[in-house]
């Protein structure tokens, strides 16, 4: 078992000293990868594809308090693609949200990290997802509870390409640019990748941008590994003044960061032997330097 990373300094993206937003997303996948080897499985290629828009999202964008996860006046994080859970819990360790020490906890009994995310569970984990298409959904639900009280806070519901093959997504969308909901922030993990093949082939939703465009969008579409482009995509959300919601449309490498997992052949849950984690581990550290 691979050892835990040292507890991070910075409890909150807006207090303390900070970490560089390439340093975090190291170490979120890091996290990722230390809870994969615990279970000797997990989402791991999904998780090192967003680690990214989650080092952007919880040390820039977000506003919340580590100490008080229910606290009224935060951002509200939704993961629409509950099998991802191994990703946010990372960024949630890595934000000071849950202990680190728990991280050998995941998937076991009576653990607050189960494989597939469940909010009555984990401090930070807004919704139970994984009942895949409803999380944009429940995101419009929740945009003007948070307008009617007057509360400058935003909305994030981070979904997968996969998602957008449901009919809820779409009616969901014409809803959000109905009631002008420029509180919402919805992050499209665009990896090409679902459990019945490539998502374009299964069911094809390009082009992205002009659809979402026509459904009244404030729309903008990024390399999902850049944290450089992600960090103006969400300062550009959540500058104002569009009065529509908005979609950051981030095309992401399945595994980046670990060079032979990003080859390995691609499929929605990929394989890693009981001797390949300390070698991702290491590879990923070796990309670090």
Not at 31 to 56: F, K, N, R, W
Not at 161 to 169: A, K, P
């Amino acid at each position: 078992m691979s050892a835990l990373l040292q507890p991070t300094e910075a409890k909150s993206p807006k207090q303390g000293p900070m970490r560089s937003l390439h340093e975090r997303a190291y170490r979120i996948r890091k996290h990722a990868l230390a809870m994969g080897e615990v279970q000797g499985q997990g989402y791991i290629a999904q998780a090192l594809g967003v680690a990214d828009i989650l080092a952007v999202a919880y040390f820039h964008a977000m506003n919340y308090r580590p100490e008080d996860p229910e606290w009224e006046g935060r951002d509200r994080f939704l993961l629409s693609n509950g099998h991802f859970a191994i990703a946010l819990y990372a960024a949630l360790l890595e934000a000071g949200i849950i202990p680190e020490d728990e991280l050998e906890t995941y998937g076991g009994d009576d653990s607050r990290l189960p494989m597939s995310g469940m909010a009555s569970y984990t401090p930070g984990m807004e919704i139970s997802g994984g009942s895949l298409g409803h999380g944009l959904g429940i995101a419009v639900g929740y945009c003007p509870g948070v307008k009617r009280k007057a509360s400058k806070s935003f909305v994030y519901v981070m979904y997968s390409d996969g998602e957008l093959d449901e009919g809820l997504t779409w009616e969901a969308a014409l809803s959000a640019s109905q009631w002008k909901l420029d509180n919402l922030v919805a992050l499209i993990d665009v990896n090409n990748m679902q459990a019945d093949g490539p998502s374009t082939e299964v069911l094809n939703f390009e082009p992205l941008v002009p659809k979402f465009e026509a459904f009244g969008w404030h729309v903008q579409r990024v390399n999902g590994n850049d944290i450089d482009a992600l960090v103006k995509a969400f300062d550009e959300a959540r500058g104002g003044g569009q009065q529509k919601p908005h979609v950051i449309i981030c095309d992401t490498k399945l595994a980046r960061g670990v060079p032979f997992l990003e080859t390995r052949e691609k499929a929605h849950f990929i394989r890693v032997e009981a001797d390949e984690w300390q070698k991702a581990q290491e590879a990923l550290d070796a990309g670090a330097r």
